[in-house]
């Protein structure tokens, strides 16, 4: 995927939403929504392009944790 959070290439700006004022997601192959179920746990790298969907569940929170590694 074009771009990174750490990498010196810029993503396209109309990559994810060619038209901004009306985003859709249905029909983009370069979006892969996880759907993970309780006690699930998604890893991914910080380099990973990502983002999240609208929150729909009214029944309960979203809860995510950041962990860093550095060796010294």
Excluded: C
Aim: hydrophobic share 40%; aromatic share 10%.
């Amino acid at each position: 995927m074009p771009g990174s959070h750490k990498a010196e290439v810029q993503r396209p700006a109309n990559y994810f939403f060619p038209d901004f004022k009306n985003p859709k997601i249905d029909n983009l192959p370069q979006i892969t929504n996880i759907t993970p179920k309780a006690r699930d746990v998604v890893v991914i790298s910080e380099l990973l392009t990502h983002g999240a969907l609208i929150w729909k569940p009214i029944d309960r929170e979203r809860r995510f944790l950041i962990l860093r590694y550095n060796p010294q």
